[in-house]
T-cell receptor
Framework: LAKTTQPISMDSYEGQEVNITCSHN???????ITWYQQFPSQGPRFIIQ???TKVTNEVASLFIPADRKSSTLSLPRVSLSDTAVYYC?????????????FGTGTQLKVEL | DTGVSQDPRHKITKRGQNVTFRCDPI?????LYWYRQTLGQGPEFLTY????????KSRLLSDRFSAERPKGSFSTLEIQRTEQGDSAMYLC?????????????FGPGTRLTVT
């Protein structure tokens, strides 16, 4: 079971780029990396998912080095509304829930 | 937009009572997950269904917890003989696994308080 380690918290200012790194040293061959965002009193919301190299969508980029032992979520030009908890999730897509583990997440605080 | 819905949103019960929660997933989604989340922690996997089949349960899940997904549509999660330690947010998520992509859509959760 791939265990993930993320910083507990990060602070940033509006307009800056934020990079949150997740360590997953024992990631398995079939594991994917997924990031979710969660606001208070709401369910998590999918941000991005990848297996290797770089993935980009309209809200974020995900950088995965060749050894896949870590990954970095990059949020360009954050705003106050990006203040939330960000979870890195590592697991098989087909293997089911016991292989999907949310860690304690990274609390991102964005200020003016 | 018919996202994932959960009912009730809040439930207060006394210790020892049984409670049942309902989740209505996005209609074309074949996978449905239940999670539990306590304050300051990430969601903890409880169980998941592919269509109507319950394929996996958390090894940590007590026998007091049971879930069903009749006909592969909505799902219910029942907790029997509730304990104070069951107080948490119960989240449901659904997804449609397609090849190498799986995005879970979460509902708003049911907050359970056991007194």
């Amino acid at each position: 079971l791939a265990k993930t380690t993320q910083p507990i918290s990060m602070d940033s200012y509006e307009g800056q780029e934020v990079n949150i790194t997740c360590s997953h040293n024992n990631i398995a061959t079939n594991d994917y990396i997924t990031w979710y965002q969660q606001f208070p009193s709401q369910g998590p919301r999918f941000i991005i998912q990848g297996y290797k190299t770089k993935v980009t969508n309209e809200v974020a980029s995900l950088f995965i080095p060749a050894d896949r032992k870590s990954s970095t979520l990059s949020l360009p030009r954050v705003s106050l509304s990006d203040t939330a908890v960000y979870y890195c999730l590592v697991g098989e897509l087909t293997g089911g829930g016991n292989k999907l583990t949310f860690g304690t997440g990274t609390q991102l605080k964005v200020e003016l | 937009d018919t996202g994932v819905s959960q009912d009730p949103r809040h439930k207060i019960t006394k210790r020892g009572q049984n409670v049942t929660f309902r989740c209505d997933p996005i209609s074309e989604h074949n996978r449905l997950y239940w999670y539990r989340q306590t304050l300051g922690q990430g969601p903890e996997f409880l169980t998941y269904f592919q269509n109507e089949a319950q394929l996996e349960k958390s090894r940590l899940l007590s026998d007091r917890f049971s879930a069903e997904r009749p006909k592969g549509s909505f799902s219910t999660l029942e907790i029997q003989r509730t304990e104070q330690g069951d107080s948490a947010m119960y989240l449901c998520a659904s997804s449609y696994l397609a090849g190498d992509y799986d995005e879970q859509y979460f509902g708003p959760g049911t907050r359970l308080t056991v007194t």
